[in-house]
């Protein structure tokens, strides 16, 4: 399916959100969100993607 | 010192950690100073784990986090940014900004009182990086906050206290509140004049992470803010219009 990864058009294989960090990836410290809205690690499992999903990783960075 | 929700600081410098020239530098800045809590932030992660090595210098680096809503504009986003940072990082704290004007990057206190007021009701601790207002100051208690973060002048401008007057009333009014003054510090002599004044802490990053050398300034920092404590507890003496002589008249010789 098409989903926007973090502002950027992606295909990918993954129905859920858990899924798609190892597909993209993603490992260590990061947090998601999902259309807007934050979703809990232990949530990603049971977060099914669909066509169209914004999905946000974001990662500790430097900050004043 | 005042406790920051039940927490001690080791010293009164809050440092952040954006804007040098290397991680080495930042880690050194942090080392040789000693400044005992890290303001970091949550940004979309990069290809090869770019955050994750900043974690870890970070972690090594044994100090409090404080995690902030850097860029957020809007009152859902202020949270949901809180939320991440609370799983990211693993604290209750959030350095809390609702930024409402672009060119000088001055809070929205009414949109920053409304999020203070959500994010305490789901447990957070809240530092909310707001203005000199007094009554903006009460709201904010009223919605949760134990620690108030006024600003000494618009972000990264280094301008120093731009409002002294303000910034005394509100260490008047506030007496038994933590204040920190977040913001708008160029100079040593910033910071001490802050502490000077009563407030607890300071908290800054351009002016030592853009520095020619930052590690030398975050010791000037460092010294600055534990001066400035210092010469608080001391009580010092009040500005008068006229020379008092110090030396006694009394005993002087008559030679003229």
Sequence with gaps: MKIVLNGEQREVAATTLAELLPECGFSGRVATAVNEDFVPAGLRAGHALTDGDRVEVVAPMQGG | ?256
């Excluded at chain 2, 704290?93 to 009182?113: C, M, N, R, Y």
């Design chain 2, 1 to 256: 010192m005042k406790q920051f929700y039940g927490v001690d600081l080791p010293n009164p410098l809050m440092l952040g950690t954006a804007q040098y020239p290397s991680p080495a530098i930042l880690e050194q800045a942090f080392r040789a100073s000693g400044a005992g809590v890290a303001t970091v932030s949550l940004r979309r992660e990069g290809a090869g784990g770019t955050g994750q090595a900043f974690w870890q210098m970070i972690a090594d680096l044994d100090v409090l986090i404080l995690p902030n809503t850097a860029g957020c504009h809007t009152v859902k986003e202020a949270v949901t940014t809180a939320h991440m940072a609370q799983e990211v990082f693993g604290t209750k704290w959030i350095k809390l900004e609702v930024i409402g004007h672009t060119d000088s990057l001055q809070p929205d206190v009414f949109a920053l009182v409304e999020a203070a007021r959500i994010l305490t009701e789901d447990g957070f601790e809240v530092f909310p990086y707001t203005t000199e207002d007094l009554i903006v100051a009460e709201r904010l208690l009223e919605a949760g906050c134990e620690v108030l973060m006024p600003w000494g002048a618009p972000i990264g401008s280094g301008r120093g206290l731009n409002n002294t007057y303000g910034l005394r009333a509100m260490r008047a009014e506030f007496s038994d509140i933590p204040l920190v003054v977040d913001a708008g510090i160029g100079l040593p002599s910033h910071a001490a004049a802050a502490m000077e004044m009563g407030y607890d802490a300071v908290l800054l990053n351009t002016a030592v992470a853009r520095a020619g050398d930052p590690v030398a300034m975050a010791q000037a920092m460092m010294g600055a803010v534990n001066a400035g404590r210092m010469a608080h507890q001391a009580d010092p003496i009040e500005a008068r219009d006229m020379a008092e002589a110090s030396t006694p008249v009394i005993g002087k010789a008559f030679l003229s």
